[in-house]
């Protein structure tokens, strides 16, 4: 046994010992091996994205500097902008005419319901003009029936109740945007079959004027 083999410590021999040995391998993962992919490696987590819907601020918006300017949002209680109705739509044209007309319904119902009121005393002044016209003799007065105030004061209550129904029906059209020139039109061939039926009341309430309506006039050679 040598000198230095002697002063060779019994440590300094495992360590030398040691030292010539490869390094352990690690240890196997005991873990089964993945349908797909691999593992994720020890300590990494995974966080679900940030909905935008939600409110909340994203990792972008936190990275980013407090003094960097940004488009304002609008609130997320701020109403919804407010667009026109597929109904609602501009008619200039169909207003014009409908106002028009109205105004020239308004005229006529004045006009009726005075022709209405004085159909009484200007009836037999007519008679005698067509008279006139046809050779035949009219009665000398006319005797109105007890139907004739009440249908006088029909025919009045009537004329402006159609004025009032079409302006109100007119105006909910227009509003909505849909056509209204007819409108007044129709109330006003309504008003005036109202006029012809007080007419006939009030003619064929005297037994004498009917008498000379239903009488064919004679010629003489």
């Not at 006003?188 to 009341?201: D, I, N």
Request: charged residues 10%; aromatic residues 10%; negative net charge.
């Amino acid at each position: 046994m040598t000198r230095d083999e002697a002063a060779q410590t019994p440590d300094d021999g495992a360590t030398g010992a040691a030292a010539s040995q490869p390094p352990a391998a690690p240890p196997a993962d005991e873990r089964p091996r993945p349908r797909y992919g691999e593992y994720a490696p020890e300590g990494w987590t995974w966080q679900p994205p940030a909905d935008p819907y939600s409110g909340g601020s994203t990792p972008a918006a936190e990275a980013a500097p407090a003094g960097a300017g940004s488009a304002p949002s609008a609130p997320l209680g701020a109403p919804a902008p407010a667009y026109p109705q597929p109904g609602a739509v501009a008619r200039p044209t169909d207003r014009a005419w409908t106002v028009a007309l109205l105004v020239f319904g308004a005229m006529g119902a004045v006009y009726n319901t005075l022709s209405i009121i004085a159909m009484p005393s200007n009836i037999l002044e007519s008679l005698t003009l067509s008279a006139s016209m046809f050779g035949t003799t009219p009665p000398e007065e006319f005797t109105p029936g007890p139907a004739v105030p009440v249908a006088i004061a029909v025919g009045v209550i009537a004329q402006f109740a159609l004025w009032v129904g079409a302006l109100m029906w007119s105006r909910a059209r227009m509003r909505a945007g849909a056509s209204s020139w007819w409108i007044p039109l129709l109330a006003g061939v309504a008003a005036f079959l109202v006029v012809m039926v007080v007419t006939y009341v009030v003619a064929f309430s005297d037994p004498a004027l009917v008498e000379f309506l239903l009488t064919p006039p004679t010629t003489t050679p």
